[in-house]
């Protein structure tokens, strides 16, 4: 596509639900990388994938949250039990190379309210 | 810490002056990227600086790099209305994955 698409661009759902957001990179780009970013913050490091294979997930803060990204391409972010504290805008950026050493082209991001 | 830190953390001028900001890191890096953020939502790619450069310029943006002293500095030169935005450095280190991003500055262009 032209840019990175995610969806859905807004999300509210009740707390302790399950959440999947998704995210669609640029055709051909092989990185991709999840984000969140709290209101007055920078975006804070989730998870990176090269290809199908995680390559660092240590920024997913606990076991609630589990990304994939079974052919390569599109990647799904899924939050279990979300909490309140869950809310918060989630970016997704992809990037034709391995690792951020070139240009990363970021998603308009999904809103997640949990209330 | 590995976040980078920006300051000033907030900037206001007036049309046509210039604006700089700096970020500051603890860490060697391989790169030194900056981005720019419209109403908190999608970043939009501004300069990428690698750490055997020194100035980097695009257009109105001047990016240098100091490695000795760990810091980086954006210059807008010119600035209009339309820069009024979010800014942020985002560092990504040497034999790392991930790339970290600061807190920010918002800079406020006043017509």
């Known amino acids: 596509g032209a840019g990175v698409s995610q969806t859905p661009s807004n999300k509210v759902t009740e707390k302790g639900k399950y959440v999947e957001l998704r995210c669609d990179p640029i055709s051909g780009h092989t990185a991709l990388y999840w984000y969140r970013q709290s209101l007055g913050q920078g975006p804070e490091f989730l998870i990176y994938?090269?290809?199908?294979?995680?390559?660092?997930d240590s920024g997913l803060p606990n076991d609630r949250f589990f990304a994939v990204r079974p052919e390569g391409s599109v990647s799904t972010l899924k939050i279990q039990r979300t909490e309140r504290g869950d809310s918060a805008v989630y970016l997704c950026a992809s990037s034709l190379n391995q690792g951020m050493n070139t240009e990363a082209f970021f998603g308009q991001g999904t809103r997640l309210t949990v209330v | 810490s590995q976040q980078g830190e920006e300051d000033p953390q907030a900037l206001s001028i007036q049309e046509g002056e210039n604006a700089t900001m700096n970020c500051s890191y603890k860490t060697s890096i391989n790169n030194l990227q900056w981005y720019r953020q419209n109403s908190g939502r999608g970043l939009v790619h501004l300069i990428l600086?690698?750490?055997?450069?020194r100035e980097k310029h695009s257009g109105r943006l001047r990016v240098t790099l100091d490695t000795s002293k760990k810091s980086s500095s954006l210059l807008i030169t010119a600035s209009r209305a339309a820069d009024t935005a979010s800014y942020f450095c985002?560092?990504?280190?040497?034999?790392?994955?991930?790339?970290?991003f600061g807190a920010g500055t918002r800079l406020f262009v006043k017509a």
């Open positions: 600086i690698r750490s055997n450069e």
């Open positions: 994938f090269q290809g199908t294979g995680a390559a660092d």
């Open positions: 985002a560092l990504f280190y040497t034999g790392g994955f991930k790339t970290i």
